[in-house]
Structures are given as structure tokens and as C-alpha cells.
């Protein structure tokens, strides 16, 4: 026995320095990989997270175990004897009380009879989940909400939770206040009240990044604070991830929760809101009576081991002391999502307003010799935003390009490459270069369209349609291209009653309209935006909808959808009026009506007038998801988000879980959760903690159903 014992003690130091060899395998006792989380003292196997088969439990072993004599597709039940090298221990199934192998009811019902000494046979040491050495009713509770599918909940403390505690800083401060807050929801800065969330719990699959909100509030004048943000260590110790914290810049604004008439009463707020998330200063301040938002990042790479992470929040006063302290959580979700989005996009972004406002504004004189690294800079940041822009920021010819339209993020971009509106201003001899190096590559060619007529109107509108397709098709002698248009509704042909989406048919491959052609003509009349397909074509040709879904059903046209200046508030858009919900809704109406993909036709509109936040209500910031680092004193090649480009990032991201899911469950089971969200374009429910719970649904069954 004492060899044995000496041969397990040199095995497993072996293992911990790498140096263990195969052929002592069989021999390694009751060793655990490097790899398992598994603990073996005090005579059990701890730190079995629910249920597994007796294979899977041997998998954590160096060597070979024996399970109680078990086959290994056989359950493991709580008290069964782990044997290894003459050593035997038990194996502890957290809540499996009954020793059955399985987690149920039934496990509740032996505890209550234990507790009041019936004569039952359980596992008191599995019964005790809350593991304070001894069965009674709080660990019955504990397992009932952990059979509720209650969050948070851990049978036996073997994996960390989420707690909503508040913590005290070494050097705490009374007149400071620190508190948290959903990412789908901005704050005034007038607004002190504390939310009630002393932590939070931000949740992300991997290749994914994930936000949340904090806030710290004063009741007096308070300058020289800092933040501070620790890694985000994972619960086992298997890895880290590294938050970036964002700081809130103020603008007046309106902004309107419970939108729709539906949900009335709205909640309408004129005062400073979030806009700009601009890098951390080295400080900042905060007013009496007021708060200080910010935001926090979580990027989970591809590698990222799924699990509980935690990190510590710091905010420390002028003199560098500790005055307020939380914890903020990542959970990381067991699958990853794809580098190209299942939406593709088109935004727009132009290296004309990029420049000439850096001439006009920055530094007074026209601005363009740095070799198209700001725009390239900026074109990267919404890439990593989940946006594809319409021009690539360098010409297609550039050897640059190649790596941008090799990126599997990039999901589109034209062909002729200078934002035209009208094929008669081309320059064809450069678009013909361009077409010719995107036909030499079947991925390049794919992602590749042309778009010179926008948003045509009426006969007119109709003309340049086709005359854009003849174009084309005369200069490149071939059919073989594709053309993208956005449009609202209108009559292309009065004389036969054809409107535009039924004449557009016969030039155009990328069809996208307005999102107010995915809703029942009338309702148009419900907020003032008027019929979307006009009465003469609605009585030839009925409802727009079947009518947009018959193109995306064929097999040689795309069907997307697009917002812009309108629909106006109270239509979900991209507006600063609106709460996240309104704007990050989109993408699941997107999933519920089919569109493969996304437009939008600014990103830095109106940035030569250093408004920053553009329009009045009901358009305000239209056209605006950044700003020039140059406008808040950084360098000019910094993008700065804006608050509502967070909601779009994740809004690309909502529909990738909605595909994913789709894929394993298919579209009806995914539906379901869906329509408790919404089920038209102005019928959505706007209660930003449902968003988010039935997000957390939709990646249930992503988990539930993955191999």
C-alpha cells in the first residue's frame, strides 16, 4: 500500500509538470487531468457540476477508474464507489439526494422526509447543496428553484454565481453612489435614482462582444475620479477576458419610452442623455444631483473557455483611494458565433465627409494625404461592429483591397466605388478595372454589386432604373451582374397601374425596401406615414408583404429591407428618441419577415456642422451611428461610437442567434420566442428586460440542441 501511495504521489507530480508517460496511464490512482476542474478530498469526487454518465466522469482521471462496476454509458449516482490504485472515494452528485443518477422532484421529497426523520435512504452529503454540513429546509429550497430553472443557482457551490451583492470599498464614500443598468436602456443625467442592480451579469456567446451600463451619482461636486477594471477571471481559472470601459458625452436630447400606442402611457424625457462613448480620461467629475454613465465592453474570443467569469469595478477619489467597489460578471455561452454575420449589410460611410470635415473643421484646410488611414481606421471600426459599407475604404484596385474583400466579415461592397447616383457620372474605365479584378475571385464576386439609383421615385424614378441596368449590361456585355436598390413604394407606370416593386422585377437583383413594406398597406394610415403601395397598385396587386417574400424566395434575387430618415418616430429606426429596444428590434422583425440583409444610408451625416447628434425630433440622429475623435480632442483616425451603435452591433448579432437557432430547432420552435417580442412593424413589445430574457431563450436552444 505504501508504494502504491508513493507511485500515485510521483505520478501526480508528474502530471502537473507534463511529464507523464502512457505506459504509467493505467497505474495513475485517482490523478485528475490538468484539464478537469474535478476535486478529490475528504473521501469524495467534488465539484460534479449535475448530472454525466460514468464516462465522462473517467475522462477526468489520469488513469483508469472503475464507477461502482458500471458500463460507461451508465449514469453516475451520488455515494458511488470511484476506484483507483487500491484508493476508493465517492462520487458526489450535487441535489441527487435519491441516488438515482438524476435530479428531480424526487430528490426534494427524500429530503423533506429526511428532515423530518422519516427512515429514508439518501445521500445527505448530495442533499446538502448549500453545503453548510448539515440537511434542512433551505437546501430543499435551493433545489426547487434549481429544478425551476431559477438563474444563478449552483447545487453544492461548485460553480460561481451571479450575486447582487453590494460591496464596500476600503475608503467607502457616502456621498457617492455606484449602481448598474441594462445596455438597452440610457439614463438621463439628472436621473440619481439607484436601479436596485449592485452587479450585473453581462452574457456572450463566443466571437462576440457584450456591454453593459454603470453609473455613479454624487450628492455633491466631486472631480479627480477614477475607474479601475480588472480582468475577468474565469471560475475555474482557465482564462481571462479584458473589459474596456467607455465614458458617457451628454447631449440634450427627447427621448420617448413605450412608443407605440399600444404601450401607452409613453414616458417622455427632455434632458441630457448618452450619445458619444468616448475612451476613459485619465478622470472625471460628476455634479451634485447628477450621474455619470458609462459604458463596459466584453469581447469573447473564439477560444474563450464557456463559463462564469468575474471582474472588479474600482472607483477611486482624487487622492487614489478606494471609495466604491462592485462586481460585474461575464457569462460565456458554449458556442461561437460565425465571423461572417448571417445578416448582410450595406452602411454608409464617406471618406469625402471624413476628410472634408477634418479640412473644414480640424484644421482648416482640405485634408487628404495620410494614405487613406483614417478612413481605413473608421471603415475597421464598423467592420468590428458587425457593418459592411458600401465602398471599401480604399479603390478596389488598391492591393489593400484584397484583404478587405477576402475578410469573412465583409459581406458586401460596389463595384463602382464612388457612392454615384447616376450612371452617366461614372467613370467607367475605372469601374471596368474594378469589375475585372472582383470577377477574378469567386468569394470577391459574390459580396460585389452595383448601386447608382436610389430610393427612385415615380415614372421618372422607373426610367433611370432600367436605363441603370442597360448601362450596365451594354458596358460589361452580360447579364451576369447585380444591382442593388433601396425604394419606397410608389407607381412606376400610371398608365397599367405597375408600381415600383413590381417593375424593379425585371432590373434588379437586390431588391430592399423601406421596412413600411412589411406591414398591411393601412396601417400605414395608423402613424401618419401614409399607404406604402398606392392605391391603383394595391388594387392589381393586394399586399406588399407576399409580394416581398416571393423575391426572397427565388433563388436569383436577395430580399433586404432598409431604414433611413423614415419611417418616423414611432417606427423602431435608429433614431436618438428612441430607447435601445426600438432600434435593436429591428433585426428580430428582420428574422420574422425574411430579409437577408440590412441598409443604411449614413453613418457621419452632418458631421461638417458639429451638431453631433443631427436633427430635431422626430429624426434626430438619422444618419449618425459615429463621431471624428478629432471632435472630443482625440486623434482624427479614433472612431467614437455612438450609444445607438451599440444596439446595431447587437442587433446583428440577435439575428445570428435567431439563424443559429433556426438551423437546429427550425423556424417554428424560434417563432415562439419571437412574437412574444413582436409580431408586425408597430406592434412590439418594448420592455427591455423581455428582450433580453428571450435572448437568453433563443440561446437555450442553441445549447440545448448543439452536438
Not at 470635415?357 to 481606421?377: F, H, Q, R, V
Not at 463621431?627 to 440577435?654: C, I, K, M
Amino acid at each position: 500500500m505504501y508504494m502504491k501511495k508513493l507511485l500515485s504521489a510521483i505520478l501526480a507530480a508528474l502530471t502537473i509538470s507534463g511529464g507523464v508517460v502512457s505506459v504509467f496511464a493505467d497505474d495513475a490512482g485517482l490523478t485528475l487531468t490538468e484539464s478537469s476542474h474535478l476535486k478529490v478530498e475528504n473521501g469524495i469526487v467534488d465539484m460534479i457540476d449535475g448530472t454525466l454518465t460514468v464516462g465522462e466522469l473517467k475522462a477526468n482521471f489520469a488513469g483508469s477508474v472503475d464507477v461502482a462496476g458500471k458500463t460507461d454509458d451508465a449514469a453516475v449516482c451520488s455515494d458511488d464507489a470511484v476506484t483507483a490504485g487500491g484508493e476508493t472515494v465517492k462520487a458526489i452528485i450535487w441535489g441527487d439526494a435519491s441516488k438515482d443518477g438524476k435530479i428531480t422532484l424526487t430528490d426534494a421529497t427524500r429530503m423533506l422526509q429526511a428532515i423530518a426523520k422519516w427512515s429514508v435512504d439518501i445521500s445527505a452529503t448530495a442533499g446538502d447543496v448549500d453545503r453548510n454540513d448539515k440537511l434542512n429546509l433551505s437546501d430543499v429550497s435551493k433545489l426547487l428553484r434549481k429544478l425551476a430553472k431559477w438563474d444563478d443557482i449552483s447545487l453544492g457551490n461548485v460553480r460561481m454565481v451571479f450575486e447582487n451583492t453590494k460591496l464596500t470599498a476600503e475608503n467607502e464614500s457616502a456621498d457617492l453612489d455606484l449602481y448598474f443598468g441594462s445596455p438597452l436602456v440610457k439614463i438621463s443625467r439628472s436621473n440619481t435614482k439607484n436601479t436596485g442592480k449592485n452587479a450585473y451579469k453581462i452574457k456572450t456567446a463566443r466571437n462576440e462582444t457584450e456591454s453593459c451600463q454603470f453609473y455613479v451619482s454624487s450628492e455633491k461636486n466631486m472631480e479627480g475620479l477614477t475607474v479601475q477594471l480588472s480582468d475577468f477571471v474565469h471560475e475555474y481559472g482557465e482564462g481571462t477576458l479584458t473589459g474596456e470601459v467607455f465614458i458617457h458625452y451628454y447631449y440634450k436630447m427627447e427621448v420617448v419610452a413605450n412608443c407605440l400606442i399600444e404601450n401607452y402611457p409613453s414616458i417622455e424625457e427632455y434632458d441630457y442623455f448618452p450619445e458619444a462613448l468616448l475612451p476613459l480620461a485619465d478622470s472625471f467629475e460628476v455634479k451634485a444631483e447628477q450621474s455619470q454613465g458609462f459604458t463596459v465592453n466584453v469581447t469573447a474570443g473564439k477560444d474563450a473557455p464557456a463559463g462564469m467569469y468575474r471582474a472588479t469595478l474600482t472607483v477611486k477619489d482624487a487622492e487614489g483611494n478606494a471609495v466604491k467597489t462592485a462586481n460585474i460578471y461575464t457569462y460565456v455561452w458554449d458556442f461561437t458565433l460565425p465571423d461572417t454575420p448571417y445578416s448582410k449589410s450595406s452602411f454608409g460611410m464617406s471618406g469625402f465627409t471624413i476628410y472634408s470635415t477634418l479640412g473644414s473643421w480640424y484644421d482648416k484646410k482640405w485634408y487628404n494625404g495620410d494614405n487613406n488611414a483614417t478612413i481605413m481606421a473608421h471603415y475597421d471600426f464598423l467592420l468590428e461592429n458587425n457593418i459592411s459599407c458600401y465602398q471599401l475604404p480604399v479603390s478596389i484596385t488598391d492591393p489593400r483591397a484584397d484583404a478587405y474583400m477576402s475578410d469573412p466579415r465583409v459581406t458586401s461592397f460596389e463595384v463602382c466605388g464612388e457612392n454615384l447616383r447616376f450612371p452617366d457620372e461614372d467613370n467607367w474605365t475605372q469601374t471596368m478595372a474594378n469589375w475585372e479584378k472582383v470577377q477574378s475571385n469567386p468569394v470577391w464576386a459574390e459580396k460585389a454589386h452595383f448601386y447608382y439609383v436610389d430610393e427612385p421615385q415615380g415614372e421618372s424614378g422607373a426610367a433611370l432604373v432600367k436605363a441603370q441596368h442597360e448601362y450596365i449590361r451594354e458596358k460589361l456585355g452580360t447579364d451576369d451582374f447585380d444591382i442593388i436598390i433601396p425604394f419606397g413604394n410608389s407607381m412606376a407606370d400610371l398608365n397599367n397601374n405597375i408600381d415600383m416593386l413590381e417593375f424593379m422585377k425585371d432590373y434588379v437583383d437586390i431588391h430592399v425596401p423601406s421596412s413600411g413594406g412589411f406591414m398591411p398597406n393601412i396601417e400605414g394610415n395608423h402613424y401618419a406615414e401614409g399607404l406604402w403601395t398606392p392605391r391603383q397598385a394595391f388594387n392589381k396587386f393586394g399586399e406588399s408583404l407576399p409580394r416581398l417574400q416571393a423575391i426572397g424566395e427565388d433563388p436569383d434575387k436577395e430580399l433586404w429591407w432598409y431604414v433611413c430618415v423614415g419611417p418616423q418616430f414611432p417606427y423602431p429606426n435608429l433614431f436618438t428618441s428612441h430607447q435601445g429596444i426600438m432600434t435593436r428590434v429591428l433585426w428580430w422583425q428582420q428574422f420574422m419577415f425574411g430579409p437577408e440583409g440590412f441598409l443604411y444610408w449614413a453613418t457621419q451625416a452632418d458631421w461638417d456642422k458639429v451638431i453631433k447628434c443631427g436633427g430635431e425630433f422626430p429624426t434626430n440622429g438619422d444618419g449618425i451611428l459615429m463621431y471624428l475623435g478629432a471632435f472630443f480632442g482625440y486623434e482624427q483616425n479614433l472612431p467614437v461610437a455612438s450609444w445607438r451603435l451599440t444596439q446595431v452591433r447587437d442587433g446583428f448579432d440577435d439575428f445570428d442567434y435567431l439563424k443559429m437557432a433556426e438551423e437546429l430547432v427550425g423556424r417554428e420552435e424560434v417563432m415562439k420566442l419571437v412574437t412574444k417580442l413582436t409580431t408586425g412593424v408597430t406592434t412590439v413589445k418594448e420592455d427591455p428586460a423581455l428582450m433580453e430574457k428571450l435572448r437568453d431563450s433563443v440561446a437555450e436552444l442553441i445549447l440545448g440542441n448543439s452536438k
